[in-house]
């Protein structure tokens, strides 16, 4: 099941390491790691910073700027995925089971599931 742990990975991704949440209008810092907008701005507060001054990363201590704070539209777009309606555990999934994969493995909306449509589409 491949499936099942790229789909862990990718819902650990679109987790905010601040406040363990799915992120919340997720943006990108100066060094690459991801955090909530508003997690981020309480972070920047908190250590006293209302202006651009530099700051340290949460989880690498690099040196950041608060106008290197860029939307990370694809990020927010796994997160409204994760949480979209559409997704709905396959009807094959086993009583009990906390994520939405049949025996197949598959992870999708259902209309794309191969139980529901047993052709392939590549």
């Known amino acids: 099941m491949a499936l099942a742990g790229a789909l862990e990975r990718l819902r650990e991704e679109a987790v905010c390491p601040i406040c363990l949440e799915f992120m919340s209008e997720p943006v990108s810092i100066d060094c690459g790691h991801n955090f909530c907008r508003g997690c981020i701005a309480r972070h920047c507060q908190d ?3 209302w202006a651009d001054g530099p700051f340290s990363c949460p989880q ?13 539209r694809q990020l927010a777009n796994l997160v409204e995925g994760i949480h979209s309606p559409s997704l709905a555990p396959c009807p094959f999934t086993p ?6 994969v049949g025996p197949c493995g598959h992870f999708a909306p259902m209309e ?8 392939p589409q590549l």
């Open 47 to 49: 250590k006293g910073l």
């Open 60 to 72: 690498c201590r690099a040196s950041c700027h608060r106008s290197g704070l860029r939307p990370n």
């Open 95 to 100: 009583p009990g089971e906390a994520e939405p």
């Open 112 to 119: 794309e599931c191969w139980h529901q449509n047993p052709t």
